[in-house]
Each structure stands twice: as structure tokens, then as C-alpha cells.
T-cell receptor
Framework: QQQVKQSPQSLIVQKGGISIINCAYENTAFDYFPWYQQFPGKGPALLIAIRPDVSEKKEGRFTISFNKSAKQFSLHIMDSQPGDSATYFCAAGGNQFYFGTGTSLTVIP | GAGVSQSPSNKVTEKGKDVELRCDPISGHTALYWYRQRLGQGLEFLIYFQGNSAPDKSGLPSDRFSAERTGESVSTLTIQRTQQEDSAVYLC?????????????FGSGTQLSVL
């Protein structure tokens, strides 16, 4: 059973636009929801994370929206830049972390 | 070193051979994780170690896979009798502890190709 479902698989956005990636999880015991960014040939790196006691967290151009009742959370990238082009993974868990299948984001200049 | 180090960075092997992958975590990090990333897919949890506790092996896909960790240092992931479906990038990550909220620091991975 896939613990975390992520969509879309790929996303193309114009420079300056908003990129939105969605995730849904199954286990209500999960209490930590990070997003990781991965560039080709590199390991994933933590981008931003949220706990279920808040509905939104913003860091610069990156915002996580969290809906506990729906068991969904999303990443919004405002004013998307070509340097944001990467694969993004959502994750959920506690001591173990389960990752989504990834979203390949391409920001067109 | 400053980050998580994995070796080798690339490994090509023949079907049926055994392989051993190595991970050097960040010094002082008590938690260590192994993930598998197949081409174009997400990260598949394999195993994690936390200090001297028994490792959580629930993600290991078969008994051909095993992992060990010496104290809070180096870990090795061993795949016996490799199969073509084992071809993937194997990622190691460490964190200061396995408490929720601890950031995972990933290595660059080992690209395993089974011919």
C-alpha cells in the first residue's frame, strides 16, 4: 500500500508563475510532513516542512498548505524560477519517512 | 567530511553476484536510513537504524537484502544474488536522531546497474 500519493508526475510552469504539487497520506499517526528537492545526480535536500498543528507554513517563495481532515498537503512555489527546475518529493511519517513518487518541475524562462 | 558519503558512486555487476554498498553518515548522527530510488520513481524505504536499538527492517524487499551498522558510524547494505530489478540508486540518509522533525541529510547515492 502506497503510504503517500503525489501528483502531478510532471509540471511545466512559466517563469514567474505558481507551481503547485499535491500529496495525500493514509496514516493519521504521521506527524511530520517535509518536502525535499532533488537535482540530477544529487541526493534529496530538505526544502520546507510542516507539522499537523498548523495549516500553513511559508518560507520565502515556498509555502506548504496542510489539511489535516482531508489528509492532504501541498507545496506552492510562488514566482517560479528556472533554478527551481528539479524533482520534488513530499514525505510523511514520524520515525520512518515515506516518500511520494516525485514531481519533475520544469520552469521555462 | 561535512556530509553523508556513499561509496561506490557507481557499481556495475553481473546478475547473481553479491554487492556491498557503503554509507558514512555525518558524525554524531544517531539515525541512519537506506532508501531505494528506481528510475523515475520515488524513494522506497528499506531500513533504518537508531542508536543501539534493533533496526527497523520492514522495508527490505527480500531476504537477499541485508544491512548492518557499526555503532553510530558506517553502514553497509548488502544485496546477495543480484537481479536486474535491483538496478536503482541506493540512497543513504542520516539525522541527529529518529525523532519526528529531524531533518534527513542524504548522500548522493550509489547507482547500481545489474546486467
Amino acid at each position: 500500500q502506497q503510504q503517500v500519493k503525489q501528483s502531478p508526475q510532471s509540471l511545466i510552469v512559466q517563469k514567474g508563475g505558481i507551481s503547485i504539487i499535491n500529496c495525500a497520506y493514509e496514516n493519521t499517526a504521521f506527524d511530520y510532513f517535509p518536502w525535499y528537492q532533488q537535482f540530477p545526480g544529487k541526493g534529496p535536500a530538505l526544502l520546507i516542512a510542516i507539522r499537523p498543528d498548523v495549516s500553513e507554513k511559508k518560507e520565502g517563495r515556498f509555502t506548504i498548505s496542510f489539511n489535516k481532515s482531508a489528509k492532504q498537503f501541498s507545496l506552492h512555489i510562488m514566482d517560479s524560477q528556472p533554478g527551481d527546475s528539479a524533482t520534488y518529493f513530499c514525505a510523511a511519517g514520524g520515525n520512518q519517512f515515506y516518500f511520494g513518487t516525485g514531481t519533475s518541475l520544469t520552469v521555462i524562462p | 567530511g561535512a556530509g553523508v558519503s556513499q561509496s561506490p558512486s557507481n557499481k556495475v555487476t553481473e546478475k547473481g553476484k553479491d554487492v556491498e554498498l557503503r554509507c558514512d553518515p555525518i558524525s554524531g548522527h544517531t539515525a541512519l536510513y537506506w532508501y531505494r530510488q528506481r528510475l523515475g520513481q520515488g524513494l522506497e524505504f528499506l531500513i533504518y537504524f537508531q542508536g543501539n536499538s534493533a533496526p527497523d527492517k520492514s522495508g527490505l524487499p527480500s531476504d537477499r537484502f541485508s544491512a548492518e551498522r557499526t555503532g553510530e558510524s558506517v553502514s553497509t547494505l548488502t544485496i546477495q544474488r543480484t537481479q536486474q530489478e535491483d538496478s536503482a540508486v541506493y540512497l543513504c540518509a542520516s539525522s541527529p536522531s529518529a525523532r519526528a522533525g529531524e531533518k534527513l541529510f542524504f548522500g548522493s547515492g550509489t547507482q547500481l546497474s545489474v546486467l
